[in-house]
């Protein structure tokens, strides 16, 4: 009987990854396949939301990433975290 390959779960899936502090969000990207303990991640540009560059990323470093089903989703996502960390920019000069 041939054995069924199971789809790894994150292929396909849209991200942000963050910074050592678990909040800064670094890249945004989808991930494109699995390669050993490695994932190749498709990177888009900030400004325009285009292709950039193509990346590996160790298994172990997504642990405290966010994904997303659509870019749809990380979009919107990507703009409450502007939001929420413009207004706290703000709010710090303002204590000033």
């Known amino acids: 009987m041939p054995t069924k390959k199971v789809k790894d779960p994150l292929i396909g ?6 910074k050592e502090d678990r909040k800064t969000i670094e890249w945004q990207g989808e991930i494109t396949a699995r390669i050993g303990d490695n994932y190749l991640l498709q990177l888009f540009e900030w400004f325009m939301g285009s292709e950039s560059n193509q990346v590996l990323a160790p ?7 966010r994904f997303y089903d659509s870019a749809e989703e990380m979009n919107y996502h990507y703009e409450n975290y502007c939001r929420r960390r413009d ?10």
């Open 59 to 65: 298994v172990a470093d997504l642990s405290h990433w």
């Open 87 to 96: 207004a706290a920019k703000a709010e710090a000069q303002e204590a000033k």
């Open 13 to 18: 899936k849209y991200f942000h990854s963050v």
